[in-house]
């Protein structure tokens, strides 16, 4: 027993120094990013949570009437609203199929630069980073040029005069969701494409010596060697196409045809921002953040199921 | 040990600054402020400024000739993000200006927010004051209080092809019906035009037939008020202006299809007239009233303008009251319609202005039949923001919903807006 308690003691005193510097090291070495991260991230998370829960708008932000504590209020106006569901299934199947199109875009182009030669993949690259390098509005408004009613290329081109694409509300967003994919699959593709590159090639030699067909390739060796940039890529695309708003609000007018083209951050411009009831926008923001950090743990925990760690 | 320090102290400094921000309303100096200084005003930017920077330009000579040691500051905001320098301006008083020139829609949100200054003594005290028409001065009085001088309106009437009419023996419309009647004959004797250009997103075009039936934007669901909403919308129809095309026109989009001659009939204001001289249609139309269901009637128009006002920080309210009394004098009234083309609201300036020139009569005959306005409201910016009455429109014309389901759900939006 003595012994035992020796060693311990002796163990406590010659190794206590330097597992106590390296304790603090990584508190000092973290601090930098901690500031900038909570200065940043935490301070708006908490007023933004802080501001769903009162009751605030333009008249107490600028002191004509006090602010008040309304507790679950502004949640409850919103989750009572039959407009914020339909909205609300409207952006996730409207996600959903935007970051399925995506990612089939971009990584079949990036399968695609792999296997051409260097200038038509130069070419490709080119004109992918140009897509990608467009601004938003003007992307989209170039586009609504190009399917106008009467005077659009592609109505002249198709002989279809006067037909108006926002008219439907299926038309009208699949045609939001092509420009939405064209200008977001740039990033998927490129960062396929670097992750593909990065597999050794006696991987994919073995494979073609055994007679594996392109697609067998693709599923079984590319697919789950890329797992962790594919993840990366998916929750961008996931949080990109969730949050979908520039596109909705100049294509469709903000909104499209009696509001048949919302989104959610679209509605809740609409509905609290452009109408000043921030504590109300508090609360869609709340619940959008939620919403996107639950999908995000979600894929997150099926990925680290179904393979290695990340 | 230090660490711990430096977290307290992080978290003191964080805990001191967990209110959300609210700024207090600095009191307005009871004497009038000095009388001297710089005094800043805000007036509206405009697609073509010239001939108004011109006007103010010698309205602040006048104005400074008149009161030594004065220089006015005077910069042009953009109409698009008004909302947002103004509720700057609420927050942060040290950099709000001392006379503004604001929308009269506006005027329920700047008066809830506590921004602008209770300026009913000045008009009484000043000598051109009892010229305001009484429309004029209820469209800038929220809760008793004057917060505004009306400085100009704009009225909606009916442009039409005076040519395409003569051609197919039409005569100006004096009824909602006749109305009617002429835009299909012209849809249907020439098919590439539109009868009468209205839009789903043009709300101040449609509100004149819901306020002509007897309904108002506080009960969009009465029986009068979907009467009118209803002959609004059979207007967008594929025998006068097909819902693929017009259900989700502004009304900027439906000047230019009257001023590029694709409509024979635009419902566009006396401020229009500009844009529609640019195009196709210059000297081949004519304006009159817009009818109502009643032949020889006027449906009420909306009485939008500007007002101005000073805002309640203001530091030099006296001399703020000074300036604004002169720009909304009957001389810079004038001046501003030959600039502008702005109707002025002093009744005597606006006599003066319509005998000057007779395309003016048919915006006067209107005003003079009596204006509507937006209700005001607080509630009012939300239900403008959120695009309550263009949706009712929309869904009507476009088939989603009949005129009852439409305006239920409407009026059950404004209703929540407005008791909020």
Partial sequence: MTTVVSEDAIRASTAAPPRRRRGLAPVWLLLPAAVVLGALFIYPMYQLGLLSVLDFRQAQVSGGQPTHFVGAGNYAQLFTDPQFWSVLIATVIFAAGCVLATLAVGAALAVLLTRISRLPRLLLSLAAMAAWAVPAVSGSTVWMFLFDTDLGFVNQALGLGGFNWMYGRYTAFALVGAVVVWASFPFVMVTLYAGIEAIPGSVLEAAALDGASTWRTFWQIIVPMLRPVLAIVVIQSIIWDFKIFTQIYVMTRGGGLAGQNLTLNVWAYQQAFAASEYGLGSAIGVVMMLILLLVTLLYLRTLRRTGEPL | MKSRLAVAAALALTLTACAPSTSS????????????????????????????????????????????????????????????????????????????????????????????????????????????????????????????????????????????????????????????????????????????????????????????????????????????????????????????????????????????????????????????????????????????????????????????????????????????????????????????????????????????????????????????????????????????????????????????????????????????
């Fill in chain 2, 25 to 420: 309303p600095s009191s307005t100096p009871s004497d009038g402020g000095a009388r001297t200084g710089t005094l800043k005003v805000w007036l509206f930017d405009e697609p073509n400024r010239a001939p108004k920077e011109k006007v103010i330009a010698e309205a602040v000579t006048e104005f400074t000739a008149a009161h030594p040691g004065t220089t006015v500051d005077i910069a042009y905001i953009a109409v698009d993000t008004r909302s947002a320098r103004f509720k700057g301006a609420f927050n942060d008083p040290a950099s709000a200006p001392d006379v503004v020139e604001y929308g009269n829609t506006d005027l329920p949100e700047y008066a809830a927010a506590g921004g602008l200054a209770d300026i009913g003594s000045t008009v009484t005290g000043w000598s051109e004051g009892a010229d305001l028409s009484a429309d004029a001065k209820s469209s800038a009085t929220y809760e008793g209080k004057l917060l505004g001088v009306p400085w100009y309106v704009g009225v909606r009437a009916l442009y039409y092809r005076t040519d395409i009419f003569q051609e197919l023996g039409l005569k100006a419309p004096t009824s909602i019906a006749e109305l009617t009647s002429s835009a299909r004959t012209v849809r249907q004797k020439k098919p590439d035009m539109f009868g009468v250009a209205v839009g789903g997103k043009y709300t101040y075009a449609a509100m004149p037939f819901v306020w002509d039936a007897g309904g108002d934007i506080t009960a969009i669901n009465s029986a009068q008020a979907r009467a009118g909403l209803k002959s609004y919308t059979d207007l967008i129809a594929p025998d006068n202006c097909p819902p693929q095309n017009c259900a989700d026109l502004t009304g900027g989009k439906t000047v230019d299809l009257f001023a590029s001659g694709k409509a024979a009939m635009g419902i566009l204001g006396n401020f229009n007239r500009a844009a529609v001289d640019a195009g196709a249609a210059k000297g081949k139309y004519a304006v009159v009233p817009l009818p109502g269901s009643k032949p020889g009637s006027v449906a009420p128009a909306f009485a939008g303008g500007n007002n101005l006002g000073i805002m309640k920080n203001s530091q030099r309210p006296a001399l703020a009251a000074d300036f604004l009394t002169l720009l909304a004098g009957k001389k810079y009234q004038t001046k501003m319609y030959d600039a502008m083309g702005n109707l002025p609201t002093l009744k005597s300036a606006s006599d003066e202005v319509v005998a000057k020139d007779a395309f003016l009569k048919p915006f006067a005959d209107t005003i003079a039949a009596g204006t509507k306005f937006v209700p005001l409201d607080p509630g009012w910016g939300k239900i403008d923001a959120s695009a309550v009455l263009p949706t009712m429109i929309e869904k009507v014309a476009t088939g989603k919903a009949s005129v009852e389901q439409a305006t239920d759900e409407a009026a059950q939006q404004i209703d929540a807006a407005l008791t909020k």
